[in-house]
């Protein structure tokens, strides 16, 4: 290894150039393994849904010993098995938990926390950190991130391709924060903006060494969720194109506050289109009584909703990858994860929904939902009020503490929730959107246990008609159209697509019960007014028509 780095250096003394850092690979988008990647159970036989993997490095297994590093062991031969299985790949080191012992024994802080229970409610013994502000630490942690950043540069073109980014976890796993609960030593405690200092430390220590020192630099990414104004800027202003971790938009629908998250997503890609995101979902799906007594149908919706925070890896357990029953949101991400760029993309969509907003004073007015005393996002009767408003169509609500409360204790609830605070309001959509949903159809929830009916809308007695928009961009390079409508099969009403005063042909529902997709083509026309409709689901006759998904394809 020291001749691999000694070659190194002499590039850069005969002033070799490093390449700029290139764009996120859209193509590379899509599902992903999590956590730690084992080939026999996550591969292109047992999984095919998988496009790539997650590489979770442990400093304890990296480095046994102070300057004795694993890397061909722990990290190559990783990599030489994600290229047989032609997988790209998105790697870290986790520094806690699993910090080798030697780094204690030098004389770094074991700062012991009032940690009791992970994230998934679990017992757990891991309850102590390093003290990150220690120098002896950082200079450890420093010299270990230095010789990857070596390791790295010097690898085979084939494998070095296989590398999407590199993120930083500065803390405890992949998360914003140093430790997971609270020192009980007060003098270890940190302050948010000690914190802040120390990451942005980090991240100028990842560019000088995954960047400015590289050969063949690599895409950065940090995790989001505990972002600053002043940690913002500076990746703003240091770091070009780089990737965020989206926690709250992977790990399932109905999460508290991701309408701001969601906004501000939409004001970072508005100024640099080439940020890109990566959220998990975890072990929840086996623990929590809202999701495990039907897990395909909520990866679906989860997926879909992803999709609507713009999320593009989402990262799956590998033994939730194996079973086939949740390969369609599995493979309806991946068709549209790449789906980035309206003027480059082929396809969109929109699933119809409603999200419930408790927050929203204008739909559900205080005086009306609720017990009219203290703060509304607490007022539990508020909750039960507002679904008890839309209870005929489906509407449930089984834990409205849970809802009431932040985005994990979201996903702790121990039942069905379909209110809660500042959720998404409306579809999940990408390109495709519905005008006046409210107001032109009839929203439903579980409408049969099919991973569709979880959400629908209707023509309900709105006037019989839905109508809907196209991103202007991505309709502005279609020769044709292909509309493909999923929608339920029941009772003997007639249905049709009008595009530019034109109806197309006539479906008719049999009576099946059963999902059903319907498609159209049509030669799209130039909308002189950019504020109508591009197309209409239209009711013919009969009584009512249920609708889960609208697709749009360029062809």
């Known amino acids: 290894m020291l001749k691999k780095i000694l070659s190194g250096l002499m590039f850069f003394c005969l002033g070799l150039q490093a390449e700029p850092t290139k764009p996120f690979n859209e193509q590379a988008a899509g599902i992903y393994s999590w956590a730690n ?34 890397f061909d062991e722990q990290f190559g031969e990783l990599l030489k098995k994600a290229h047989a299985n032609d997988y790209y790949v998105h ?22 926390t009032d940690r009791k229970v992970n994230a998934l409610g ?14 002896l630490y950082q200079k450890r942690y420093f010299k270990l991130l230095s010789a990857w950043g070596e390791y790295i540069d010097q690898l085979p073109d084939h494998l ?10 500065e803390g405890s796993t992949g998360d914003g924060w140093g430790y997971k609960g609270k020192p009980l030593d007060k003098k270890y405690a940190v302050s948010r903006e000690q914190w802040d200092d120390f990451r942005i430390m980090v991240w100028g220590k990842m560019k000088q060494i995954f960047q400015e020192k590289s050969r063949r630099p690599l895409l950065i990414a940090v995790n989001s969720d505990a972002n600053t104004s002043k940690s913002d800027q500076w990746l703003k202003n240091n770091l070009g194109d780089f990737g965020l971790k989206m926690g709250m938009s992977s790990h399932g629908y109905h999460v508290s506050d991701n309408q701001q998250r969601y906004d501000l997503w939409q004001e970072k890609r508005a100024v640099n289109p080439n940020l890109f995101s990566r959220g998990e979902m975890d072990g929840e799906l086996y623990t929590m009584n809202w999701s495990k007594h039907d897990i395909p149908t909520v990866l679906y919706w989860s997926g879909l909703f992803s999709l609507h925070m713009n999320l593009d890896i989402w990262n799956i357990p590998q033994n939730v990858l194996q079973d086939s029953k949740n390969s369609p949101a599995f493979q309806f991400f991946n068709e549209y994860a790449p789906m980035r760029n309206p003027q480059k993309s082929t396809k969109g969509f929109c699933a119809l929904r409603k999200g419930l907003d408790a927050a929203n004073i204008q739909e559900f007015p205080q005086q009306s939902y609720g017990s009219g005393k203290g703060a509304m996002r607490v007022d539990l009767k508020r909750y039960k009020d507002i679904v008890k408003k839309y209870a005929a169509y489906g509407a449930q609500m089984e834990d409205p503490k849970a809802a009431s409360l932040g985005g994990m204790a979201n996903r702790n609830r121990k039942g069905i929730n379909d209110a809660g605070w500042k959720i998404m309001p409306g579809n999940y959509e990408r390109f495709v959107y519905q005008l006046d949903a409210d107001e032109t159809s009839q929203p439903w929830w579980s409408v049969d246990e099919s991973i569709y009916g979880r959400f629908a809308r209707s023509f309900g007695d709105k006037g019989g008609k839905m109508f809907f928009k196209i991103n202007e961009q991505f309709a502005k390079s279609a020769k044709k159209m292909k509309l493909t409508i999923t929608y339920l099969d029941k009772g003997q009403a007639q249905w049709t697509v009008n595009q530019a005063g034109k109806d197309l042909q006539t479906i008719r529902c049999r009576n099946s019960g059963e999902w059903k997709k319907a498609e159209f083509t049509y030669i799209p026309k130039a909308n002189e007014n950019q504020d109508e409709h591009d197309f209409i689901i239209k009711k013919i006759s009969g009584v009512d028509v249920t609708f889960h998904l609208i697709e749009v394809e360029k062809i």
């Open 37 to 70: 990647w084992k080939p026999h159970k996550a591969n292109r036989e047992l999984t095919p849904d998988l496009r790539g993997v997650a590489v979770i490095l442990g400093w304890k297994k990296l480095e046994p010993r102070d300057g004795e590093y694993k």
């Open 91 to 112: 790697i870290m080191i986790w520094v806690a938990p699993g910090t080798p012992e030697w780094v204690y024994e030098i004389g770094v802080p074991k700062v012991f």
């Open 122 to 135: 679990h017992a757990t013994n891991q309850n102590y950190f390093p003290y990150y502000f220690d120098a």
């Open 160 to 169: 070095h391709k296989r590398i999407l980014f590199v993120q930083s976890c």
